[in-house]
């Protein structure tokens, strides 16, 4: 039996884009990621539902994917795989479980996602960037997560400070974007030619500020 089942002898990225695979369970080793929502064919990719009330939908490269289990209706991807980018579904789905927070969530000191979107605030005001995820000084396109990268888009800072932990702790703090923003795509908002660094920071402030109200209700 191969990763793919003997269902297709086909590597596990090219099994995603010829079969479907919408509904599919997305696990990684680090847990449950999402379900598979679509496949995009430019770039090549699984829009994956994600977050507390599946009200984020993450954008993942079918090359993160590892395994393909057709008769559990499953995909596994790599540890804490990439992500290209972010959308919103279901505007104004409550983000929030029974008890305001991730049941994960550490018993003492800041929700990780709390320290993921106040370490996008100090990066962005450090250097923020446009058309990329991220640059070097040279203004060269580089990895978000990359030791050369001196300048990040929102979505940039948030993948370096989230620094491809838990996928669900991404989710919480690009959810706490999207109401500030109007529910606008992250990359959209941010490469808007009349935006600016200081409002990025503002915004990004704004998702500190309601994290913290969330924790606090907890």
């Known amino acids: ?8 002898s086909k590597s596990p990225a090219r099994a ?12 990684s080793p680090d847990g449950h990621v999402g379900v598979v929502q679509g496949v995009r ?3 090549n990719a699984l829009a994956v539902s994600a977050g507390r009330s599946s009200d984020i939908v993450l954008i993942i490269s079918v090359e993160e994917i590892e395994r393909v ?4 209706r499953r995909i596994i991807v790599r540890s804490s795989p990439s992500i290209a980018a972010t959308e919103l579904v279901g505007a104004g789905a409550d983000r929030a479980d029974e008890n305001g927070r991730d049941g994960n969530a550490e018993e003492c000191g800041e929700h990780p996602s709390l320290r993921i979107v106040t370490g996008a605030r100090r990066r962005v005001l450090t250097g923020w960037c446009q058309g990329h995820l991220a640059e070097d ?11 050369e990268a001196r300048r990040w888009s ?7 400070s989230w620094g491809r932990g838990p996928v669900k702790d991404l989710g919480r703090a690009v959810a706490a974007l999207h109401t500030p923003i109007d529910n606008e795509p992250l990359e959209v908002w941010n490469d808007r030619p ?3 660094q200081q409002e990025v920071a503002a915004v990004l402030a704004q998702a500190i500020d309601s ?8």
């Open 1 to 8: 039996m191969t990763a793919i089942e003997s269902e297709t």
């Open 16 to 27: 995603a884009w010829d079969f479907s695979c919408e509904g599919f369970s997305v696990d």
């Open 41 to 43: 064919y430019a770039p």
């Open 69 to 72: 289990i057709f008769g559990q």
């Open 137 to 147: 000084n040279a203004g060269v396109a580089r990895d978000a997560l990359s030791s």
């Open 154 to 160: 929102i979505l940039g800072a948030l993948i370096a």
């Open 194 to 196: 009349d935006r600016t």
């Open 211 to 218: 994290l913290r109200r969330e924790d606090a209700l907890a």
